[in-house]
Each structure stands twice: as C-alpha cells, then as structure tokens.
C-alpha cells in the first residue's frame, strides 16, 4: 500500500507565454513542515528539441521544456501542466526513448533531482535522488565496498528511469536492491512504496501501469557491505566496452531478450542475417545486433522501419515474436505516452 508523506503545496502565479519565450513560474512551498521555500522553475515554449533530450539523438521539438532540481518545482511543473491541461512527460536522459521527428505535443520535465544521502547508522542504505545518473551511483557504491549496483556501471540513465525500467545486467536488477520508492502522483501527492508492495518484473516496474503516477522522486537503496564489488564493476565495464558500440548513438537493447528460449534478441537477429542492416540512418550495430545506431541523420520513422523489418524477419525465420524495451514516445499521446508494441 502507497503510504502518503507529510506534503503541502499553495500559491502558483503564472504569467502568460508567447511562442519562445521563457518564462517564470512562482510557487511557494512547505514540506514536512519543517522545510519551507520559493521554487520558481522555468518553462520554455516552443524551442527544445527533444533530439537534444535522448542517447538517440532523434526527434522533433515539445511544445513546452522544464527542468526541475527538486520535488517542489517538480509538482509545481505537475500542477502547472495540469491546470492548463497540458500533457506531461517526465525524462531523465532519454537513453530508453525513441522520440518521434513530429516532437511532442505537450510539456516535456527533464528531473535534474541529483542527491545522494548515507544513512548515518545503516551501512548500505543509500536514498538518491531521481535525476541522479544510474551509472554514477553504481561507480559510487561499489568503489565504497557495497554490492548489488555494479551492474549499473555503464548504463547511461537517471535512478527514476532505472526503477521505471528496471534496468539490469549481468544477472543483477534494479530491483533486487530497492528498499522504497518515493513518487508523486497526477493531482500532486508524494506517497512511498516499500519493497513488500513493489512487484518488479523484468525490464518492468509496477510504476508503468500505475495509472495515477506522475513522477519517481527518490529512491532509497540498501546494499550489502562487499570486498569485490569494485573489481566486479571494473569486470562488468570491460565486458560492456568489448561487446557494446561505445560511442555510438543508441538507446542500448532495443528488444527485451525471449524468456525459457536460452538464447539471447541479440542472437536471434544476428542469426537472421540482419548485423549492418541500415534503413536511412538507422542501422543494426555490426558489433551488437540488439543495437540499434543513429549513425547520422536517423528520423524516427527510419528507427520505426529498422524495428519492424527486425521483428518480421525474426518472426519469420525463427517464429519468435520479439518484444521492444525501447518505449516510443507518442507526439500526442495521454500523459503516458509510451506506445510498446506489446500493449
Ligand atoms: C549505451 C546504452 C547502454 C544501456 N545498457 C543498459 C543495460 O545494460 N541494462 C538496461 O536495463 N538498460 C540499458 N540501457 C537502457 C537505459 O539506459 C535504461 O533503460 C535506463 O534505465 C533508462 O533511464 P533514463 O533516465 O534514460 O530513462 P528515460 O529514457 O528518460 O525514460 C524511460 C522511461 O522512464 C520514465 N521515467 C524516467 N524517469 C522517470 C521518473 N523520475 N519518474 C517517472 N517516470 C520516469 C520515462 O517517462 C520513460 O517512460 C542502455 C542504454 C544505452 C544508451
């Protein structure tokens, strides 16, 4: 059950836009009822493109783009688009994304909420902020000497994005560390889920089908104390550099791999000839087939296209039904946007 924390937000004053303007939004603020401030966050109209916002590099430009660096200015940007009836999509680096060229039709919350905290008393314990990088945390607490995140080494996403996904590698999940997770909701409420109550399964979170979900605010992690995890992390780092196209623009796995089939997306689509495969500027990685590159000027459409001929040629030869853990962002979807082809 989601247990609501002490929040209380008044006071929004808004001053009207013109297209490209940027332009403030006022409100204050109590939390806890101890902490009490003025966020303001900055909306701009029109401008960014959200190529700009993904490990892609693909897609047109949102209506509207804020950042927010805490969770008052991240329900005030909530409350904001939904006063003006305004479609929302919270992104941490966009490296699970595939934006369309058509942009976004709607307000697009980049989370810059970047801390860390250690529990004083309980090694291992671990509450991070949203916004902060995944694989940053993952370098962190394994060169401290705590297991569990090494696996997060490399993986180019925010913690929120990791929980939303939960994202894994090398037999390690997100999820097997998660203590609690803080989030707030569509009519801005900050509630808290403990592990008991977070079904995770793979590359999927109870967050994707929490129909009243607005935002993963803060995630706290308990890890146990270990003597190898800072070399497991440098293993797991060389094994990412000799089997994935670093450098490249990708949005890693495209497909989630098969489950009981024993063998792996990436095989299947090597097997079925398709490593090199290019659609315009999309192209099949030729040193890991279940990446797909933006080797220059890829449009959505030319990474739609790549995925489906994929998908058919593996149905066909194979007669597996691959499944995307890439999510396409919708240029007018509802407030969720994601379409996978599995919903
Ligand atoms: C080179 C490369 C390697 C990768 N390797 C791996 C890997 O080993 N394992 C793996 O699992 N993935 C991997 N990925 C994919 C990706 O990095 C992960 O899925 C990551 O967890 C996505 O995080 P993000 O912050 O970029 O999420 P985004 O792409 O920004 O968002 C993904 C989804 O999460 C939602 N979301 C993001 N933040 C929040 C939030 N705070 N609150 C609510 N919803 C939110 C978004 O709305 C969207 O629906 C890789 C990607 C790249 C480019």
């Known amino acids: 059950m989601a247990i609501p924390l002490c929040y209380k937000a008044c006071s929004l004053v808004l001053h009207s836009p013109r297209n490209g303007d940027l332009f403030l939004c006022n409100c204050k603020y109590s939390y806890s009822s101890t902490k009490q401030g003025q966020n303001d966050f900055k909306l701009i109209r029109g401008q960014k493109l959200l190529k700009d916002l993904g490990t892609w590099g693909i897609g047109g430009p949102c209506n509207y783009f804020t950042q927010v660096f805490d969770h008052t200015q991240l329900v005030s940007a909530i409350r904001y688009c939904n ?63 705590f297991t569990g995140l090494e696996f997060a080494g490399g993986i180019p996403g925010t913690v929120g994005g990791a929980i939303y996904m939960n994202a894994g590698a090398n037999g390690q999940e997100t999820a097997d560390v998660v203590e609690s997770v803080d989030f707030v909701t569509i009519d801005g409420r900050l509630q808290r889920l403990e592990r008991p109550d977070l079904n995770f399964v793979y590359r999927s979170s109870p967050f994707q089908s929490m129909p009243d979900l607005a935002a993963i605010v803060a995630v706290t992690f308990w890890l146990r104390s270990s003597g190898t995890s800072k070399t497991r992390l440098q293993e797991y780092l060389e094994r990412r550099k000799a089997s994935q196209p670093i450098g490249e623009r990708s949005a890693g796995s495209v497909f989630r ?87």
């Open 83 to 145: 006063e003006h009836s305004l479609r929302f999509l919270v992104i941490g680096k966009g490296s699970n994304c595939l934006f369309c060229d058509l942009g976004f039709d709607g307000c697009v919350i980049l989370n810059r909420i970047e801390f860390v905290e250690r529990r004083e008393k309980e090694d291992g314990v671990y509450k991070v902020g949203s916004g902060f990088g995944f694989n940053r945390l993952g370098v962190q607490c394994s060169n401290e000497g």
């Open 257 to 343: 791999n098969p489950s009981d089939l024993g063998v792996s997306a990436a095989e299947l689509i090597e097997k079925a000839g398709l490593k090199g495969l290019r659609v315009g500027g999309a192209m099949i990685s030729k040193v890991h087939s279940n990446f797909f590159i933006n080797c220059g000027g890829s449009t959505s459409q030319d990474m739609l296209s790549l995925i489906a001929i994929a998908k058919e040629k593996v149905d066909t030869k194979f007669g597996v039904q691959l499944k995307e853990e890439v999510l396409y962002v919708h240029p007018r979807g509802k407030t969720k946007t994601l379409w996978r082809s599995d919903s």
